[in-house]
Nanobody, 121 residues
Framework: QLQLAESGGGWVPPGESLTLSCSST????????IGWFRQAPGKEREALLC????????YYNPFVKNRFTPARDNAMNMVTLRMNSLRPEDTAVYSC??????????????WGQGTQVSVSS
């Protein structure tokens, strides 16, 4: 089974940027559609966006479209999530997930453990 690992989380003050990474040691990620999700304390998991094998990007959450950008680094076998202008309400555990299907199908079958992002002054 595909194993995913997120990294890059941490604490930042409001307005700053952070880049998360989703990597795998068990498979080549350029063969998968990768989605990014987050779960804030006391809330349900929220779908953010998706990047498919052809680098098509679909934003599930329109409120992050102008601030969050995914990208593939195939040489490093990872997918990154660049987050700009972070706000306290972005505080959550961020996870990546993979599927052989499309962004529209949202049939993600493999999940990482998540990385904590905290935004506060």
């Amino acid at each position: 089974q595909l194993q995913l690992a997120e990294s890059g989380g941490g604490w930042v003050p409001p307005g700053e940027s952070l880049t998360l990474s989703c990597s795998s040691t068990s498979a080549t990620l350029d063969a998968y559609t990768i989605g990014w999700f987050r779960q804030a304390p006391g809330k349900e998991r929220e779908a953010l966006l998706c990047i498919n094998m052809h680098n098509y990007i679909e934003y599930y959450n329109p409120f992050v479209k102008n601030r969050f950008t995914p990208a593939r680094d195939n040489a490093m076998n990872m997918v990154t999530l660049r987050m700009n202008s972070l706000r306290p309400e972005d505080t959550a555990v961020y996870s990546c997930a993979a599927t052989k299907g499309s962004c529209i199908a949202r049939d993600f079958t493999s999940w990482g453990q998540g990385t904590q992002v905290s935004v506060s002054s």
